[in-house]
């Protein structure tokens, strides 16, 4: 759409307004296009918010391919989660699936991440929460954590297995 207004009763300044509280809401933080739509439909309506996204997009500020490798990167680094946890949350912010599995899928290969490091540095995190517990309870609770971030069980338990010794503490 272009930058003119369409006769849709809209004034100018409602498109100013947008777009300071998409610029705002930018500032903080990168948003997915339909996650920042979401937020700006609590103010304004649907035309103006269009515009100001085409706007947004042609101007670099908001693109769901560099949101979705970034919020990637950043979960598995700091909180991680298994793939497909991380595509599902990806989804629920309003990316579309395939750029959400094509963006986990860079971050994974670039990083040289597969699931049971993944799980195996979350559950190292986790550990020390537990470390005033029977082994079996820590084994339990371990497990139900890895669970809890999407890993599946096999590998939740090869990584529970393979941190905690018979004697239930840790390598």
Not at 154 to 168: F, S
Request: proline letters at 4%; hydrophobic letters at 40%.
């Amino acid at each position: 759409m272009s930058g003119r207004l369409v006769n849709t009763g809209e004034a100018p300044e409602q498109y100013t307004r947008a777009m300071v509280r998409a610029l705002s809401l930018l500032a903080r933080r990168q948003h997915a296009a339909r996650e920042l739509e979401t937020k700006l439909l609590r103010n304004f309506e649907q035309p103006v918010i269009q515009r100001v996204l085409a706007r947004l997009s042609e101007l670099g500020h908001v693109d769901d391919p560099a949101f979705a490798r970034e919020y990637a990167r950043q979960r598995f680094e700091r909180s991680p989660r298994a793939p497909l946890a991380v595509v599902s949350e990806l989804i629920k912010r309003g990316v579309r699936r395939d750029t959400a599995e094509e963006a986990v899928t860079l971050v994974l290969a670039e990083g040289g991440l597969e699931e049971d490091l993944l799980a195996e540095t979350a559950a190292r995190k986790k550990l020390a929460a537990f470390q005033n517990l029977k082994p079996s309870e820590q084994k339990i609770r371990l497990f139900r954590f890895l669970s809890s971030r999407g890993f599946a069980k096999a590998a939740a338990l090869r990584v529970v297995e393979r941190i905690l010794e018979p004697t239930g503490k840790s390598n």
